[in-house]
């Protein structure tokens, strides 16, 4: 007689979370490889993580994806980080342990730089300064990588002048803080130009920000993918700048997140990415 495969839950935490993709894609692979299992979407207010964070235990979770604003306080939270996470100070996943202890690590870096590899393959890090615009969780996570990857100056720009400085002071002097008020200033000569604020996502404000600075040839990078072409992506395409979404991010730094907890690697098809494309606005 055959047992029913045991049913295995995760899912998002973050504020707000309606906007994600991520149960989309999830659910296409949990359905593709035959797994019982759900993720689902678990909108968590600022100050209410701690308590979300051990329900996961009591609910018998297999763990969850962090997002906007938790990320970096899930780091302080969790009972155990690898090194890479200790590094970033940033968990995006976590995993449930046998003995209900939480373990955190981040897979945006990854993510970030499939991505971009995937959009332009001779993308080289040391072809000129990156600006990237915030200093939350996401830069947090993307920056360490383009430092790996031998950025030579990384021009970060954010509202709260005192948060850049901190994650510059973390990383080292390659990474210069420019502030909020010369942010058009900061994009001359640069390669690179990296949006990792919610500024632009479906719901939000634009990203204000005038492109007349930026080279031409200058890869525009936008994290959110809600609408797939943010106000920033359409403005440097109709200038000529080539341009990378965010949408392959998500799906790159998901696959480690399914693994841990389902335990299958999946695979990034073209019918799952028209998938949640056909799912986005503003498309």
């Known amino acids: 007689m055959s047992h029913p495969q045991p049913f295995r839950a995760a ?26 299992g759900d993720y689902v979407p678990m909108p968590v ?14 609910l018998g979770f297999s763990g969850c994806n962090v997002t906007v604003p938790h990320k970096q306080e899930a780091a302080r939270l969790v009972d155990h980080l690898d ?21 955190g690590t981040s897979t945006d870096g990854y993510g970030f730089m499939q991505n971009l590899r995937d959009v332009k393959s001779d993308w080289r890090a040391d072809a000129g300064p990156v600006v990237v615009m915030g200093a939350g969780g996401s830069a947090h996570s993307i920056l360490p990588s383009l430092l790996d990857e031998g950025a030579v100056e990384i021009r ?26 010369e942010r ?34 200058a890869l525009v990078y936008d994290l959110n993918y809600n609408p797939l072409c943010t106000p920033l992506l359409a403005a440097a395409a109709a200038r000529g700048n080539p341009v990378v979404d965010g949408l392959g991010m998500l799906l790159h730094q998901a696959r480690p ?26 498309k």
Request: proline letters at 6%; hydrophobic letters at 45%.
């Open 11 to 36: 899912g998002l935490l973050g504020w707000p979370v309606a906007h994600s993709r991520s149960r989309l894609l999830h659910l296409w692979w949990l359905r593709q490889y035959g797994i019982n």
């Open 45 to 58: 207010r600022p100050g209410q993580l701690e308590v979300a964070l051990r329900g996961l235990i009591a």
């Open 83 to 103: 090194p890479l996470a200790r590094r970033l100070e940033a968990v995006n996943l976590i995993r449930v342990g046998t003995d209900g202890s939480l373990f």
């Open 156 to 181: 970060l720009v954010n509202r709260t002048r005192e948060r850049a400085e901190e994650l510059a002071a973390h990383l080292g002097p390659r990474v210069r803080v420019c502030a909020w008020s």
């Open 184 to 217: 058009e200033e900061a994009l001359e000569g640069a390669s690179l130009l990296v949006n990792t604020t919610s500024l632009g996502m479906a719901g939000a404000a634009p990203l204000p920000l005038r492109l007349e600075a930026l080279p031409l040839d």
């Open 257 to 282: 997140s399914f693994q841990a907890w389902f335990d299958v690697l999946p695979d990034i098809t073209p019918e799952l990415r028209r998938a949640l494309e056909a799912s986005l606005e503003g």
